[in-house]
């Protein structure tokens, strides 16, 4: 049985690259857009793992994950941040919002794939 990953991700090469090997990799990919209804996106979906992207249209990531870990349903959720900013700044935010792992673009395909793997396996 394939696990879920949900990628929710605005630059459409981010998407299809990420799809794309974690595709390959038997996930089962599903992505959204947007921040405005990204926590309901993730309710219905009810992915084993989340990739959020820190800056979306409508709402930030980072205020995504909050609801998400005041949530009793995806408290738990592990949660990949993305960002384009990897100042220590930045990490601390993500960190205090309860993002499992952090990462920063541009990254390697492989980068993320290995940290899906080790998000779900722990």
């Known amino acids: 049985m394939s696990k879920r990953v949900l990628l929710i991700e605005d630059e459409p090469n981010i998407i299809e690259a990420i799809?794309?090997?974690l595709s390959r990799d038997?996930?089962?990919v599903c992505t959204h857009s947007n921040g405005h209804d990204a926590v309901d996106a993730v309710l219905r979906?009810?992915?084993d793992v989340l990739i959020l992207?820190?800056?979306l249209p409508g709402r930030s990531g980072y205020d995504i994950l909050t609801e998400l870990r005041a949530n009793s349903e995806t408290q738990a959720l592990p949660v990949l941040m993305l960002t384009a900013r990897g100042q220590?700044?930045?990490r601390e935010m993500?960190?205090?919002a309860g993002a499992s792992r952090f990462m920063t673009k541009p990254f390697s395909n492989c980068?993320?794939?290995q940290a899906v793997k080790e998000l779900v396996a722990s």
């Open 19 to 21: 799809s794309f090997i």
């Open 26 to 28: 038997g996930w089962d």
């Open 45 to 47: 979906r009810a992915p």
């Open 53 to 55: 992207d820190v800056m």
């Open 88 to 90: 220590t700044k930045d």
């Open 94 to 96: 993500a960190e205090r």
């Open 111 to 113: 980068e993320v794939l």
